[in-house]
């Protein structure tokens, strides 16, 4: 990004004071925003005072601050940012802005600088002799489609040639620019296409072409003569999505809606709760499951009881109480844990066998030695060393 800086001080004014006018339509632009937001005022009042004075002053600057209550800095970046506002004295009639951007470019934009070049000066943001002219380039204008073209204030001059641009530029100078007409400087209505229109140029049914490659039924013919508009933007009434005889949900009687066809056809969920293994999923009833017939299989006649009477032992008990004894029994007691043993049996083989296998297991392990007793670590000289 260039830097922008202000012009010298023996160019800038001693001070600055918007007009009795723009006075006032700079209060009118304050007030438009709620208190303590009065700061965003400043590029409209920026660009205001560009426009009374052609470029903005330094001490149009310090004169916006001053009415907005903001420090110059701050004003000073917003004026030094945007390159809309120009920081250097312009031609007094005319300023031209060239694009360049690359559909201008590709129509001749560099034609028009070397125009600019010869009759205005040889470098941008310069004035010529008389101070009446000035140019510059700039990125997009917004009217690529009439490319290449400039805008001289607020007001663009498209669809130009090298000698076009010179006789503007001429007309400008002699004072003459209000005579330029503005826009296209070729035979073009705003942006339609440079040779005419070649499409939605007819508004008669009877050049339109079908579907089918024939002419529109006879029923869409003008009537007494008179033109009737295109019907490309109506609603095709043929079509699934807008056929009025289709029946939309929110047209349907209270006996056809979907809830009554469901209340008909579901039935009562408690019909047939009797039988067994009966009942109907989300119901408030639900049969037999034959839960009394699977438990008295399983555990004898007695004991498929569901009327909150304890069961008889069955043989699931028998089973369950050897496997509990089997358990117990097979339990191994290491160190000094004691334990009351069983009925009619001795435990203290069982104990002393388990011990018997933990020391034979230790045996020959580089802890234990051959008598039992743990190996003598050396001292001093020798340690690290093994006996």
Request: hydrophobic fraction near 30%; charged fraction near 30%.
């Amino acid at each position: 990004m260039s830097v922008r800086r202000l012009a010298e001080e023996s160019v800038q004014p001693k001070a600055f004071a918007f007009s009795e006018e723009n006075a006032g339509w700079a209060e009118a632009v304050i007030r438009k925003y709620p208190e303590g937001r009065q700061q965003s005022a400043v590029i409209p009042l920026l660009m205001r005072a560009q426009e009374q004075d052609g470029w903005v002053t330094k001490a149009a600057i310090e004169h916006v601050a001053d009415k907005l209550r903001m420090p110059m800095i701050r004003v000073l970046e917003v004026a030094t940012f945007y390159t809309q506002f120009q920081l250097k004295p312009v031609g007094r009639r005319a300023h031209v802005q060239v694009c360049g951007t690359t559909p201008c470019m590709l129509r001749g934009s560099d034609a028009l600088k070397d125009v600019c070049r010869q009759h205005i000066h040889p470098e941008p943001f310069h004035l010529n002799e008389s101070g009446t002219l000035s140019w510059e380039e700039v990125e997009c204008l917004g009217a690529c489609v009439n490319a290449p073209m400039v805008m001289i204030f607020k007001d663009t001059y498209e669809d130009l040639t090298g000698e076009r641009l010179a006789e503007i530029i001429e007309a400008f100078d002699k004072g003459e620019g209000a005579s330029v007409r503005k826009g296209p400087q070729i035979d073009r209505h705003l942006s339609v296409p440079a040779s005419g229109l070649t499409t939605l140029n007819t508004f008669g049914d009877d050049d339109d072409v079908g579907d089918a490659g024939g002419t529109r039924p006879s029923s869409s013919a003008p009537v007494d003569g008179a033109a009737t508009p295109s019907q490309a933007g109506r609603v095709d009434t043929n079509a699934a999505e807008t056929d009025p005889r289709i029946e939309v949900p929110g047209k349907a009687s209270a006996s056809e809606s979907r809830v009554a066809q469901t209340a008909e056809t579901k039935g009562n969920p408690a019909e047939g709760a009797e039988r067994q293994g009966s009942g109907e999923t989300g119901g408030t009833k639900q049969g037999p499951t034959g839960q009394v017939e699977r438990d008295e299989a399983e555990f004898g006649a007695a004991s498929g009881s569901l009327d909150g009477k304890p069961r008889s032992d069955g043989p699931l008990a028998d089973k369950g109480e050897a496997a509990e004894s089997a358990v117990v029994d097979e339990r191994k007691f290491v160190g000094d844990e004691k334990r009351t043993a069983p009925a009619g049996q001795d435990l203290s083989n069982r104990e002393s066998g388990a011990k018997d296998t933990l020391d034979s297991e230790r045996v020959g392990t580089s802890d234990t030695t051959e008598g039992g007793a743990p190996p003598k670590r050396p001292v001093g000289d020798d340690a690290g060393k093994l006996d």
